[in-house]
């Protein structure tokens, strides 16, 4: 008989209006790791707060056995008692606060006097910090380390409170390759002294590297728990469950009909840091972009590909830009986003919560604002063509919502993707520059993306594609040029492009 | 049974939803109603409705300024009551001392207020300096020019024309006599019947088009009670005088307000950058401009202000204004206006000034002082603002 640690009995949650879970059932057994997957809005994070006590016993329905006993968590500090510690995608950590504060916030270490006792709150911070393998000094600034080893103190801090379950959403969205394949093999570590971890996940490739199980879950109902080494366990078979159909071809067929016209051409481009002045983000970088071509950017994070990208957008980030811009063989100088977006320039960033959408306005709203020209007439704006493009924007981006006057903030990631995706096309661009455009999103959301690039490109605009995930920009691009710490490491033929090719630029470059 | 339940459905009149959308209008009206019981019917006299609005105009056109600010981010400007003052100073000062023609004061005068606008609005918007940092600034530094101009006295004026561009009723020949006053009935009627054309034609569009619309009985049942509403002030307003100049200043600057905010494309880059600054940043919109016009059109109407207090009170001195910024901030915030930023409307304004205005009226009436009148503002206030969050917070917002 198998030792299940965790048992998720006929869980139903309902909002109002939506059945966010219907029936799910999720057992962990001890000491394994376990995946969790679906599409955006499955209900995978719902699942989660339910068990965290974030939804208090009593608005759901069904039954939750942990060890055994049966679990009425009215809060996550009762979750939290028991060992259960959720580590969620956006991290809760005060970037101006050290490591150390940080990781007793709200459980300070204190002395018989009731004030904080530093010397134990650091030391107990570091011994914690050790275990997940972070050589930090405890008294480090949270601001002053990368996401990578964030995420780490994160964890950190599930040890600290003695944790037995570990519950992992979306833990690698935000990390480069490196640090992400790191991330799992720690976990992959605990997992020998005993841990039990859940994660979250849209990376299939990590789910097949670390994970023992898979439950799919599909719009709020569990589909199937996949086992290692008993079902078949590959990205297509769990693609299979995710969408409920296979998907053959991850990447729409284009025929590549790159033409001989550059659209647009970058010379000598070099960037200083927006703050320190002499520190340079970009240096001296060349580039081209022929008409009906789709080019990637590939690199680590920190590379200066957004930073590359968003300077060309109208100066939008940077001091002391310098280098020759060319639109059309016609030399340009774009002083502001406004300028860009005129000369045919969409940027779609890659933050789309905090550069991208007004999360409190609706889609009409958002829609519209790059070119509110296009619905206006003397700067009064025609509100019945404003509907009208927003509701054409959504049909043709297949944006999921009940009504183009829904908040952007209440949209799924993949749908609020569609809804940015939809506000760039909507200004015409000639140049579309995508910063990892699907980054965070489903299987069938990013299908629906790509089949716009090629779109795009069949009707002879351009696509820069600045990705992390080597394999998309391999699937989709025709040229791929790969960065390194803010330098040009080479370009490639994307017909000839390996994952292997790419790394290699990049680590030959480290040398 | 059934076809109950489905035609309830369709076009649901939600009780709840509308208690909470329309919740500062119901509070106006509760608060109107107990004040007519403390004050034994007083409130309702004709004169005391038509000081209501013109006590309470400067707070209405300060507060459209205002709500522009607050857009943006919950940015507000301390300084327009030591603008009203500077201006307002000088006006006086100007006409009565130095016998400056009106036509050439007035404009000056509002030209005076812009600039003040516009030296914030460069800080705030170009220099990124903190709006509640560069208007304490202001506030002080405008009071301070307003004693100077004033010379730290008070300054009246009479001069008829000046008042009577502002203060003055209007008597149109034909309908108003000295004994009997139709003008303000014969303009409500009119405003009615541009408000029922306007609803019908819309409707008629709308079901053209197919689009989903409001049953008929929530908008005619709409319009029916603004009309009664409107019609039963202009019947008051015939018993007092009739229909103040100001009042059409007043009104006037809301509907253009209103306008800005909800029909124009700059009017809604407020909003924009109040939601995101980044995003709308990245959209192409220039958001120090944004910034800059907020603060500078602020100025302007804080200016007028200054004008319009002038002409009501007759006089100036060097604490004309002292706390009119808090009027003004408060009434955005009582009508709805996001502390944060991105959200509030004209109308909502009009309702938060209005409830303040009663409240003070009330308690006027009844005799209740200053001091207590202070303590139930500021109640209000924050009830409101409480009201507010905690309504959003049910709803899951």
């Known amino acids: 008989m198998a030792d299940i640690i965790l048992e998720m009995k006929s869980i139903t949650k309902e909002f109002p209006g939506v059945k966010a879970l219907d029936n799910v059932n999720l057992a962990v057994e001890r000491g394994e790791i376990h995946a969790l997957i679906g599409e955006n809005g499955a209900g995978k994070s719902t699942l989660m707060n339910v068990l965290s006590g974030t939804y208090p016993v009593g608005s759901y329905t069904g039954e939750i056995y942990y060890n055994g006993d049966l679990c009425q968590f009215k809060t996550l500090k009762d979750s939290e008692s028991k060992g259960i510690v959720i580590i969620h995608q956006e991290l809760a950590l005060i970037p101006l606060l050290t490591i150390g504060e940080n990781m007793f916030l709200g459980n300070e270490k204190k002395n018989k006097f009731g004030s904080i006792d530093w010397d134990l709150t650091y030391n107990e911070a570091e011994k914690h910090m050790r275990q997940v393998g972070l050589y930090e000094s405890a008294q480090t600034l949270i601001k002053d380390i990368g996401t990578g080893k964030q995420q780490l103190v994160e964890i950190a801090k599930a040890f600290s409170k003695n944790v037995k379950l570990l519950i992992l959403d979306e833990p690698t969205s935000s990390l480069n390759d490196e640090d992400a394949k790191m991330l799992l093999d720690l976990l992959l570590e605990f997992k020998k002294n005993g841990l039990t971890s859940i994660i979250i996940t849209h990376k299939l490739n990590e789910i097949i590297y670390c994970a023992d199980k898979a439950t799919i879950i599909r719009d709020g109902s569990t589909i199937e728990t996949l086992v290692k080494g008993v079902d078949e366990f590959s990205e297509d078979r769990i693609i299979k469950g995710m969408v409920g159909r296979p998907m053959d071809d991850r990447y729409p067929t284009r025929e590549h009909k790159v033409r001989k016209e550059v659209s647009l051409e970058v010379k000598n481009w070099t960037v200083y840091h927006p703050l320190y002045h002499e520190k340079i983000v970009d240096n001296n970088i060349s580039f081209q972009v022929h008409k009906g071509e789709v080019i990637g950017f590939s690199g680590l994070q920190g590379a200066g590909r957004t930073e590359l990208a968003m300077s060309i957008f109208g100066k939008s980030y940077g001091s002391n830009i310098s280098g020759e811009l060319y639109l059309n063989g016609q030399k340009v100088e774009l002083k502001n986003p406004e300028q860009a977006i005129h000369h045919g320039l969409a940027y779609v960033t890659e933050d789309r919560k905090v550069n991208g959408l007004i999360l409190e306005e609706s889609i009409r709203f958002n829609t519209t604002l790059a070119r509110m020209d296009k619905v206006c007439a003397k700067g009064i704006i025609d509100t019945t063509a404003e509907k009208n493009v927003a509701e054409e924007m959504t049909t043709a981006m297949g944006t999921k919502t009940p009504s183009i006057e829904q908040k952007t903030g209440n949209l799924s990631g993949g749908n609020q993707q569609k809804a940015l995706l939809g506000k760039w096309m909507f200004t015409e661009p000639d140049i579309l520059i995508l910063d990892e455009p699907t980054r965070g999103i489903d299987v069938g959301a990013k299908y629906d993306i790509y089949c716009l690039i090629n779109q795009m490109v069949e009707d002879g605009k351009s696509v820069i594609m600045i990705s992390s995930e080597m394999p998309e920009l391999i699937g989709m691009c025709d040229r791929i040029y790969v960065m390194n710490e803010g330098e040009l490491r080479g370009e490639l033929d994307a017909k000839d492009a390996t994952q292997e090719k790419i790394m290699s630029y990049i680590i030959s470059a480290a040398n | ?397």
């Open chain 2, 1 to 397: 049974m059934s076809t109950k339940k489905e035609t309830s459905g369709a076009s649901q009149f939600n009780l709840g939803e509308f208690l909470t959308k329309n919740s500062m209008t119901i509070a106006l009206v509760v608060v109107f109603v107990l004040f007519y019981f403390l004050t034994n019917g007083r409130l309702l006299y004709a004169q005391n409705m038509s000081n209501l609005l013109l006590q309470n105009g400067y707070v209405l056109v300060m507060a459209c300024g205002m709500l522009l600010c607050i857009l943006t981010g919950g940015n507000i400007d301390l300084s327009v009551g030591s603008v009203i003052c500077m201006v307002g100073g000088l006006a006086a000062v100007l006409i009565t001392n130095h016998g400056v023609s009106i036509f050439l004061t007035i404009p000056l005068c509002i030209i005076v207020g812009l600039l003040a606008g516009i030296w914030q609005g460069y800080w705030i918007g170009y220099v990124r300096i903190p709006p509640f940092i560069t208007t304490l600034g202001g506030m002080f530094i405008f009071r301070g020019f307003g004693r100077l101009i004033l010379d730290s006295k008070t300054v009246s004026v009479q001069d008829a024309a000046f008042l009577n561009i502002f203060t003055a009723y209007i008597k149109i020949p034909g309908l108003d006599t000295d004994t009997r006053i139709l003008s303000p009935l014969v303009i409500g009627v009119v405003v009615v019947a541009i408000i029922f054309y306007s609803t019908i034609s819309s409707r008629a569009k709308k079901a053209k088009k197919g689009y989903r619309q409001n049953s008929a009985l929530v908008d005619f049942g709409r319009d029916i009670i603004i009309s009664a509403v409107l019609l039963f002030y202009c019947y008051l307003l015939c018993q007092y005088k009739g229909i103040s100049v100001m009042l059409l200043w007043v009104v006037a600057i809301c509907l253009i307000y209103h306008f800005i905010t909800s029909k124009t494309a700059f009017g809604r880059y407020f909003y924009a950058v109040g939601g995101n600054e980044k995003a709308t940043k990245l959209s192409g919109i220039n958001t120090n401009k944004v910034y800059f016009i907020a603060y500078a059109n602020m100025g302007l109407l804080a200016g007028l202000c200054g004008l319009l207090c002038l002409a009501r009170v007759g006089s100036v001195n060097g604490s004309t204004g002292t706390s009119f910024e808090m009027d003004a901030i408060g009434s955005c915030f009582i009508g709805g206006a996001s502390a944060y930023g991105g959200s509030g409307k004209i109308s909502g304004v009009i309702i938060g000034a209005l409830l303040l205005g009663v409240i003070n009226m009330g308690m006027s009436i009844m005799g209740i002082g200053d001091s207590w009148q202070y303590v139930v503002k500021g109640g209000v206030l924050l009830v409101a603002v409480i009201f507010d969050v905690v309504s959003h917070r049910k709803s899951g917002k």
